[in-house]
C-alpha cells in the first residue's frame, strides 16, 4: 500500500530484528523498509530506503544508537527514531541522553537485549511508529492510513488497543457533546495539572522550555512513563526549563513555580493539607488502563482546588484523563486540549473534546503560550 508508514529496523540481533520485523508487517499501516545491524548500516541505507520512522537499539558494535543519534544530528536527517533498548533503570540516563539528541520516544524491551517476548509491547511500540511517522509523512504531504482502512491481520490483533484507537477515529465526525454545566465560576489559577502519553516527551521538551519563568503557579504532570526513567526525565526537563522541575515524591509541597512529574508506575494525587497542599503517590490499581492515571490526578486537583485549576491533556493514545478532566471543568475550573492536527496520536485529547470537556483546543506550538495567558489572566 502506497500510503503505508515505512520503518528501518536498526538492532545488532538477527532474531531481534525479525521479531520487530515481524510485529511491524503484522500491523496495517506499517511496512518494514529495510533492516540493519548497527548504526552505520542504518546510515548508508537511509538515502536509499528513505524510511518515515526509525527502530534503534541503543546497544550495538561499531556504532551505538547515541553515535548514531549525533551523526543523525551532523547530517541533518529529521526522520523521527524511536528508542527500544534493553538498558533499565540503570541506564536511564542514557536513554535520557537519546532524547536530548533528537530521539522522539523510547520502548523498553521487556526482558534484555534478546527479549523473545518483545510481543508484550507491541501495542506500545506500533502506536509510536504509527504516531511519529505518520506525522513525519503528513509533513512531507503524503497520505497516510486512514482510519476506515485500519484491518488487523491477526485474529489477536483484532482486540489490541491498536484495533480499538482505529476503530473509535473511523466510528463518527468528531462533534463535542454539550459541556457539562459548571457549579461555579472560574476561579483565579492556582495548579495546572498535565496529562499525556505517546509523543510526551518530545511535547513537553517544547513546551517546558517556552514557558515563561515568571510562572509562579505549581504544575503537576502525568506522564505515562515505566518505572525508573522519570527521574532522570525530569531532571533532562529541568535542564531546559526556566521553572523547577522534579519527579515527585511522596509528602513535596505544592510550591509555585515548580513542575512535578509523575513517577513511573505510581499514581500522583494532590492534597490538601492545612493553607497548602502536598503531592501523594500510591501503588492503588491502573486506572483507565494506567499507573500513574491522569484521571487520579485530574480527579484530586479538582477535589483540591475545586474552580482554581487549569486542566490539560495532550497526544497520547487511549482515553486516560477524558474523563476526569470533565471533572475539572464541572468544578469551574478551566480546560484545554492539543487539537489533532500537532497530536502525534490524537487519543486522549480526542475523547475529552467529544466529551464536552475541553473548552479550547490548542496546537502544541501554541499551547506554552496560552497556558502562560490563561494563568496570568486569571490573577
Same mark, same amino acid.
Given at each position: 500500500?502506497?500510503?503505508?508508514?515505512?520503518?528501518?529496523? &536498526?538492532?545488532?540481533?538477527?532474531?531481534?530484528?525479525?521479531?520487530?520485523?515481524?510485529?511491524?508487517?503484522?500491523?496495517?499501516?506499517? &511496512?518494514?523498509?529495510?533492516?540493519?545491524?548497527?548504526?552505520? =548500516?542504518?546510515?548508508?541505507?537511509?538515502?536509499?530506503?528513505?524510511?518515515?520512522?526509525?527502530?534503534?537499539?541503543?546497544?550495538?558494535?561499531?556504532?551505538?544508537?547515541?553515535?548514531?543519534?549525533?551523526?543523525?544530528?551532523?547530517?541533518?536527517?529529521?526522520?523521527?527514531?524511536?528508542?527500544?533498548?534493553?538498558?533499565?533503570?540503570?541506564?536511564?540516563?542514557?536513554?535520557?541522553?537519546?532524547?536530548?539528541?533528537?530521539?522522539?520516544?523510547?520502548?523498553?524491551?521487556?526482558?534484555?537485549?534478546?527479549?523473545?517476548?518483545?510481543?508484550?509491547? %507491541?501495542?506500545?511500540?506500533?502506536?509510536?511508529?504509527?504516531?511519529?511517522?505518520?506525522?513525519?509523512?503528513?509533513?512531507?504531504?503524503?497520505?497516510?492510513?486512514?482510519?476506515?482502512?485500519?484491518?488487523?491481520?491477526?485474529?489477536?490483533?483484532?482486540?489490541?488497543?491498536?484495533?480499538?484507537?482505529?476503530?473509535?477515529?473511523?466510528?463518527?465526525?468528531?462533534?463535542?457533546?454539550?459541556?457539562?454545566?459548571?457549579?461555579?465560576?472560574?476561579?483565579?489559577?492556582?495548579?495546572?495539572?498535565?496529562?499525556?502519553?505517546?509523543?510526551?516527551?518530545?511535547?513537553?521538551?517544547?513546551? =517546558?522550555?517556552?514557558?515563561?519563568?515568571?510562572? %509562579?503557579?505549581?504544575?503537576?504532570? &502525568?506522564?505515562?512513563?515505566?518505572?525508573?526513567?522519570?527521574?532522570?526525565?525530569?531532571?533532562?526537563?529541568?535542564?531546559?526549563?526556566?521553572?523547577?522541575?522534579?519527579?515527585?515524591?511522596?509528602?513535596?509541597?505544592?510550591?509555585?513555580?515548580?513542575?512535578?512529574?509523575?513517577?513511573?508506575?505510581?499514581?500522583?494525587?494532590?492534597?490538601?493539607?492545612?493553607?497548602?497542599?502536598?503531592?501523594?503517590?500510591?501503588?492503588?490499581?491502573?486506572?483507565?488502563?494506567?499507573?500513574?492515571?491522569?484521571?487520579?490526578?485530574?480527579?484530586?486537583?479538582?477535589?483540591?482546588?475545586?474552580?482554581?485549576?487549569?486542566?490539560?491533556?495532550?497526544?497520547?493514545?487511549?482515553?486516560?484523563?477524558?474523563?476526569?478532566?470533565?471533572?475539572?471543568?464541572?468544578?469551574?475550573?478551566?480546560?484545554?486540549?492539543?487539537?489533532?492536527?500537532?497530536?502525534?496520536?490524537?487519543?486522549?485529547?480526542?475523547?475529552?473534546?467529544?466529551?464536552?470537556?475541553?473548552?479550547?483546543?490548542?496546537?502544541?506550538? %501554541?499551547?506554552?503560550?496560552?497556558?502562560?495567558?490563561?494563568?496570568?489572566?486569571?490573577?
Amino acid at each position: 500500500m502506497a500510503d503505508e508508514i515505512s520503518v528501518l529496523v &536498526v538492532d545488532d540481533s538477527a532474531l531481534m530484528r525479525n521479531l520487530i520485523s515481524r510485529m511491524i508487517e503484522d500491523t496495517p499501516g506499517l &511496512v518494514v523498509a529495510e533492516k540493519a545491524m548497527n548504526g552505520n =548500516f542504518a546510515l548508508q541505507k537511509i538515502p536509499r530506503v528513505e524510511p518515515d520512522v526509525i527502530v534503534l537499539d541503543l546497544e550495538m558494535p561499531e556504532m551505538n544508537g547515541i553515535e548514531f543519534l549525533k551523526e543523525r544530528r551532523k547530517r541533518d536527517i529529521n526522520i523521527p527514531v524511536v528508542i527500544l533498548s534493553s538498558i533499565a533503570a540503570k541506564g536511564a540516563e542514557i536513554t535520557m541522553e537519546a532524547l536530548s539528541l533528537g530521539a522522539s520516544d523510547f520502548v523498553q524491551k521487556p526482558s534484555g537485549s534478546i527479549s523473545e517476548d518483545i510481543h508484550v509491547v %507491541k501495542d506500545t511500540l506500533v502506536a509510536k511508529l504509527l504516531g511519529y511517522g505518520g506525522a513525519y509523512r503528513k509533513s512531507l504531504g503524503k497520505k497516510v492510513l486512514a482510519p476506515s482502512e485500519y484491518q488487523p491481520k491477526t485474529p489477536a490483533a483484532k482486540n489490541s488497543d491498536i484495533a480499538v484507537h482505529f476503530k473509535l477515529a473511523a466510528e463518527a465526525p468528531i462533534a463535542p457533546a454539550p459541556p457539562p454545566n459548571q457549579i461555579r465560576k472560574p476561579g483565579n489559577t492556582e495548579i495546572i495539572a498535565i496529562g499525556i502519553s505517546t509523543g510526551g516527551p518530545d511535547a513537553l521538551r517544547l513546551v =517546558f522550555s517556552n514557558l515563561d519563568k515568571d510562572l %509562579k503557579i505549581p504544575i503537576v504532570v &502525568v506522564q505515562h512513563m515505566p518505572a525508573g526513567f522519570t527521574n532522570e526525565f525530569a531532571k533532562s526537563l529541568d535542564r531546559i526549563c526556566p521553572l523547577s522541575v522534579k519527579e515527585a515524591e511522596d509528602g513535596d509541597v505544592i510550591m509555585p513555580g515548580r513542575i512535578l512529574i509523575a513517577q513511573g508506575n505510581k499514581h500522583l494525587e494532590v492534597e490538601k493539607k492545612g493553607t497548602g497542599a502536598v503531592a501523594r503517590l500510591s501503588d492503588t490499581p491502573q486506572v483507565s488502563g494506567h499507573r500513574p492515571s491522569a484521571d487520579v490526578l485530574f480527579a484530586s486537583v479538582a477535589m483540591a482546588y475545586s474552580n482554581r485549576v487549569l486542566g490539560v491533556i495532550m497526544t497520547g493514545m487511549g482515553r486516560d484523563g477524558a474523563q476526569h478532566l470533565g471533572t475539572i471543568y464541572k468544578e469551574g475550573g478551566m480546560t484545554l486540549g492539543q487539537d489533532e492536527a500537532s497530536a502525534v496520536v490524537y487519543g486522549m485529547p480526542r475523547v475529552a473534546y467529544e466529551l464536552g470537556h475541553v473548552m479550547e483546543q490548542v496546537s502544541l506550538e %501554541k499551547m506554552a503560550r496560552r497556558i502562560c495567558d490563561v494563568a496570568k489572566a486569571s490573577r
